[in-house]
């Protein structure tokens, strides 16, 4: 579906949350995840509260509804009592605060002169006391995207939150590892109005960050929050875009769903809809000798079935909002959330799944539903199933209204889900147990001193002074190993693009392979990248070589244990002869042509010992003396 954005009003803004390479937020414990089964665990349950202004925020109200506990696994080694909230939060990490002043500067933001703790109310049981602590840092920050500047209000430092291990009917586990790693939080303004900006954005600031040297890499230690409205639509929160290619597949995605969901919304209304009535109906007669597996459980367990008429909304719980989802997907998010239910049976898809016309036929005998009209079915334990159709009549009425706020988490496949409604302003109040931090002139002037390059400038300089091609400048301008590229190119004098790729390319290779190149220290690297300058060492023996270091053998140990010394311009020349000579059919048969397998050929018996740009240079001067053409 072709959809012009422009004239659907959309408005586009995110959050970009990266993880801090340092120490925990408010203790010292190492900020580190951990594969590990944990040793310990302790049982938790967490319950919404008045905020400062007698408010309940909307959203804890809707986890609280869930009715779970939590369960948290911890080690020993890495959580402590602040992490368990036994114990009142240190005082803040300044190597973090420090680190979110120069992402601010970076985006030209105005850093505050003071700074406070804050408490934002987090139930879902990701933050065992029950609130996360985010420090405003700065405001008022832009970043400028193929000539155009966006607004950044705000950059924040914040804690990270537990992990979610799994969930079960009563408990929810989470590992406390992670809990209390500094995270720097950005956000856009709502300027974005089409799907691909917002993707481009979101990858300059990313690099502003990598440039800092001092965050964390990896699936998972970043992570992007894309707010979403159109005209006459609502804003959304789409949690969880790990993926800075899937941004703008969820952009389009919401916009399909908004706008599919403004078209329910205004046919249900030409039928003459009202408010959907909570009459909840119980209905397992009908179902006495079902054929529907899902039903004949429920019922032998001791269950039931229950059923809601929702007026005027036949033929709309089948209509597709995104690719694969409908709107009785959208009931059926809901039903499982508050009823914890494993699903819904509605008649826009009967007779089908084992339910026969009759058994649909009963059903909307039982509700007093007409052709115009949906019934929605349930067939679980009889409060599981009642709260779940609750939660479906609610968000029935709200397709009356039309799109409601939402927290939504990002899907895989560019698709999301619904997991709470959006949180009202009051769930914000200020941190007691942590005193406000100065922001002086002198700390400001020492971070603006040593403010790294723009990449944007790094990388045309590594392209002007190294002559490293733009594809290879992009990455090393991101990389971790930059500071390591410059010393080694200064230190050997070795062609920079061969240890630029050795370090992004052939070390990131072995280690796929499981070579533990983690060991290989510097001065291996130094001696190494010396050998090929001098022509001691052939630039094709690198990765054998490195395979040998990694196991604790000296480089010149390696070269003589492969037998990798380089051959002597005499010898290279025999053997260049000599392959020349053992393939002329082939030679005449392609004549020129004839370079390509016999490189082949050489280079495998050189194996690593000779350039191949010089095995090149010996193989077509032989090829010319023979008259090869």
């Known amino acids: 579906m072709e959809l012009n954005y422009e004239k659907l009003g959309l408005r586009v803004g995110f959050e970009i949350h990266q993880e801090l390479d340092t120490h925990k937020l408010f203790c010292n414990c190492p900020s580190a995840l951990r594969d590990e ?65 120069e992402a601010a500067l970076l985006l030209n933001a105005k850093p505050l002169d003071e700074v406070h703790t804050m408490r934002k109310i987090v139930i879902d049981g990701s933050n065992t006391c029950g609130f996360q602590r985010t420090l405003l840092i700065a405001t008022g920050g832009r970043v400028e995207v193929e000539g155009k500047s966006f607004r950044v209000p705000t950059i924040c430092l914040e804690e990270d939150a537990a992990r979610k291990m799994g969930e079960g009917a009563e408990l929810i586990d989470y590992r406390l590892d992670r809990l209390g790693i500094p995270l720097v939080e950005i956000a856009t303004g709502p300027d974005f109005f089409d799907p691909y900006t917002p993707a481009k954005a979101a990858l300059y600031i990313g690099q502003l ?14 992570r992007q929050d894309v707010n979403i409205s159109i005209a006459g639509g609502a804003r959304q929160e789409i949690k969880g875009v790990q993926e800075l290619a899937l941004i703008s597949t969820v952009i389009e995605r919401e916009v399909q769903r908004q706008w599919a969901l403004l078209e329910i919304r205004d046919e249900i209304k030409r039928r003459g809809a009202g408010k959907v009535v909570k009459k909840i109906i119980d209905v397992r007669g009908v179902f006495s000798k079902t054929s529907s597996e899902v039903v004949r459980s429920a019922l032998r367990a001791g269950g039931t079935v229950l059923v809601v008429k929702l007026p005027k909304f036949a033929g709309f719980l089948g209509k597709e909002l995104q690719p694969g989802r409908r709107f009785g997907t959208e009931l059926a998010d809901c039903a499982k959330l508050y009823g914890g239910v494993g699903g819904l049976f509605h008649t826009d898809e009967l007779p089908a799944y084992g339910i026969s016309q009759e058994e649909v036929d009963g059903l909307r005998k039982a509700t007093g539903a007409t052709e115009s009209d949906a019934v ?112 080694l190119v200064r230190k050997s004098k070795a062609n920079p693009t061969l240890i630029a790729t050795t370090l992004e ?39 054998e070589v490195l395979r040998e270091a990694a196991r604790g053998v000296s480089v010149q140990t390696a070269i003589e244990k492969l037998g990798l010394a380089v051959m002597g311009g005499a010898e290279l020349r025999k053997l260049v002869r000599k392959i020349v000579a053992g393939n002329r059919e082939l030679i005449e048969r392609r004549g020129r042509a004839a370079i390509a397998p ?25 090829l010319k003396k023979r008259g090869a053409k």
Do not use: W
Not at 38 to 45: A, S, W
Not at 58 to 75: I, M, N, S, T, V
Not at 209 to 222: D, F, M, N, P, Y
Not at 514 to 543: N, P, W
């Open 37 to 101: 089964e944990p040793r310990l665990e302790v049982k938790r349950r967490l319950r919404p509260t008045q905020s400062e202004l007698g408010e309940v925020d909307r959203a804890a109200l809707a986890e609280a509804l869930k009715g779970k506990g939590f369960r948290y696994q911890l080690y020993p080694d890495s959580v402590c009592l602040v992490e368990l909230d036994e114990e009142p939060p240190h005082l803040v990490n300044e190597e973090a605060v420090d680190i979110t002043l």
């Open 209 to 222: 960050l990598r440039a800092t040297g001092k965050v964390k890499r990896g699936i998972g230690t970043i």
């Open 376 to 487: 929605v079915f349930i067939a679980d334990v009889k409060e599981k199933a009642e709260a779940a159709l609750s939660a479906v009549v609610d968000r029935a009425n709200q397709a009356l209204e039309g799109v409601p706020e939402e927290t939504r988490r990002a899907l895989p496949d560019g698709n999301t889900e619904f997991m709470r409604p959006l949180p009202g302003a009051g769930r914000m109040y200020p941190e007691t147990d942590i005193p406000p931090i100065a922001i002086t002139p002198l700390r400001l002037r020492q971070i603006k001193a040593r403010l790294p390059e723009l990449p944007e400038k790094r990388r045309a300089r590594l392209v002007e002074k190294y002559g490293l091609g733009k594809e290879l400048a992009e990455r090393m301008s991101l990389s971790e190993n930059l500071e390591l590229f410059e010393e």
């Open 505 to 543: 390319e052939t070390l990131v290779s072995l280690r796929r392979e499981g070579v533990r190149v983690e060991v290989i220290q510097k001065a291996v690297l130094e001696e190494l990248f010396a050998g090929v300058a001098k022509g001691k060492l052939a630039k094709e023996a690198v990765s």
């Open 598 to 622: 016999l490189m082949g050929i050489l280079m495998e018996r050189v194996r690593g010992r000779a350039d191949g740009k010089l095995v090149h240079e010996l193989l077509e001067r032989e």
